[in-house]
Structures are given as C-alpha cells and as structure tokens.
C-alpha cells in the first residue's frame, strides 16, 4: 500500500507540473505576486514564461483588519482567557507546516525564557504538525510561555492582530507574498519576520529593523528581546498607511487596469 501510494503521488505531481507547463505556455501574460514568485516561475519555467511576468502584490482588506477605536486591551477582552493577563504578546497565526517556522518560534521562546523575559507567545491555526508542537512545548518545558490556540474563526482574526503587541512571522521557506504582514500592519500592530521568499518585499522600508537576520532560534530571539526591551517602537499610523497601499480597492483599479492593457496589447516584464 505503500508503494502504490507513493507511485500515485509521483504520477499526480507529474501530470500537475506538465498540466503547469502547458498552461503557462499558453498563457499571453502570468500575473506574479512579488518578485520572489517571478524568481521561481523562472527558475522553474523560463521557457514558458519568458517576458510575460508581470509583478502584481496582492491586496490586503484593511477596512476588516482595521478595528478602529479598539485599544489592545478592549480587544483582548473580547478574545479568549489565554489573552486576558498583561504579559507582552506575541502572536503567529500559521498553518501547522514545517516551513512555517513554528518550530523555530518556540526554540526562541525557550532562549527568551532562559534569561527571565516575562512574556507570552501565542500561535493560532492548525495543521499536521499540531501533536509535534505540542511535545516539543512540552519538552522545552514552555507551556506557561507559549500556547497553540487551535484554528482561529475568521471573525476573531481582526481582534487577534489588535490584541497582540507584536505579531511574528518566523518563516523558512516559500513565503510567496506575505499577507499576515499587512493584515497585522492594518490592526496597527508591527511584525518580525523573517527574511525569506517576498517578506523583504512587503515589509515596510523603515522597519527593516525589524526583520532578523537569518531564519535561526538565536536569531529570532534576538529581534523578540529588542521588542521586549522597548528598542523596536513604530507608531500605529505609519503601518496603517503602509497597508493601505495594498488595500483591496487599490489593487483592484490595478488588477483592472492590468487586464485592460493585456487586452489591448501584449505582455511586458513586471
């Protein structure tokens, strides 16, 4: 059974990359999120692709996100008991996946509890590594520090980026937009990232600072402490501005104006 089930996934992941391959080629103009997702479209299906990338970011919702008049601690009391103390949070809402760093995230967590930081780490979302996060938590010894809050209802995300103090987005591989980043920017709330794939990207140019250096625990630790110690600091406004740059309506007159002139003549390089 074993094997049948590893030839079906072969010849599934075989017939997706030519079913790709045929349908890139026949495209007249492929529309990218970033220049990271243009890289591996190249990298990829240069053939297929070749001068007809265009880069164009997706969209963020910042009216929903927005929650406007809701101070960190009104919209704590909304939310469940886990947020109701007055430790400075850290929030990730991820799908439970390898590449998505949580691991890191908690090795992090440990290096910061090992010097007495008072602090919390609360990671929202679900996925097939939950029972693995969960023994690793407990092993580090870091459940009164860190929490996995489950999947997170749609209706509570707005409320979850307003009540965390810092949201944290620890990456290692194939981040091909970063839309946790604006939804985060929206609610006024900043956000340590890692640098990988299009984080670079979407990030607000005057909080690269905020980014950490490399994808490691140490690293990560490192950026969470500046936080910690009031040497990261970034007035709500000026993220709340950088979302809007991406915010829905902007994005559709460009995702108009895009497919109008795609209409109208061929495709250029993003």
């Known amino acids: 059974n074993g094997l049948k089930g590893g030839v079906r996934k072969t010849l599934a992941l075989s017939t997706a990359v030519h079913i790709q391959r045929r349908v890139l080629r026949i495209s007249e103009s492929v529309r990218v999120y970033s220049k990271f997702g243009a890289s ?11 001068g007809k990338l265009c880069i164009l970011p997706g969209w963020v919702d910042c009216g929903r996100f927005a929650a406007r008049g809701i101070s960190r601690t009104d919209a704590r009391k909304q939310l469940v008991a886990l947020w109701s103390n007055d430790a400075l949070t850290f929030f990730s809402v991820r799908r439970l996946v390898a590449r998505m760093g949580l691991e890191t995230l908690i090795e992090a967590a440990v290096l910061l509890k090992e010097e007495g930081a008072r602090f919390r ?7 097939p590594m939950r029972g693995q996060l969960e023994v690793l938590i407990r092993q580090r010894n870091i459940e009164d520090r860190v929490h996995l809050l489950g999947l997170i209802p ?22 091909c937009f970063g839309l946790t980043i604006l ?21 607000e ?24 110690r009031g040497e990261l600091d ?3 406004h000026l993220l709340r501005q950088h979302a809007q740059a991406f ?23 993003g």
């Open 40 to 50: 591996l479209l190249m990298g990829r299906y240069a053939q297929q692709v070749d």
């Open 154 to 175: 749609e209706c509570d995300l707005p409320l979850c980026f307003r009540a965390a103090d810092c949201v944290v987005l620890p990456t290692q591989d194939l981040e």
């Open 247 to 269: 915010d829905l309506e902007c994005r559709a007159a460009q995702l108009r104006d895009w497919l109008f002139e795609e209409a109208a003549g061929p495709a250029t390089n």
């Open 205 to 228: 140019p005057s909080l690269k600072g905020w980014m950490t250096r490399e994808t490691s625990a140490e690293a990560l630790a490192e950026r969470m402490r500046a936080f910690l």
């Open 121 to 127: 780490v609360l990671i929202g979302g679900d996925g």
């Open 183 to 203: 939804e985060a920017y929206a609610a006024g709330t900043a956000v340590i990232a890692t640098p990988v794939g299009s984080i670079p990207e979407v990030i």
């Open 234 to 236: 970034v007035p709500e």
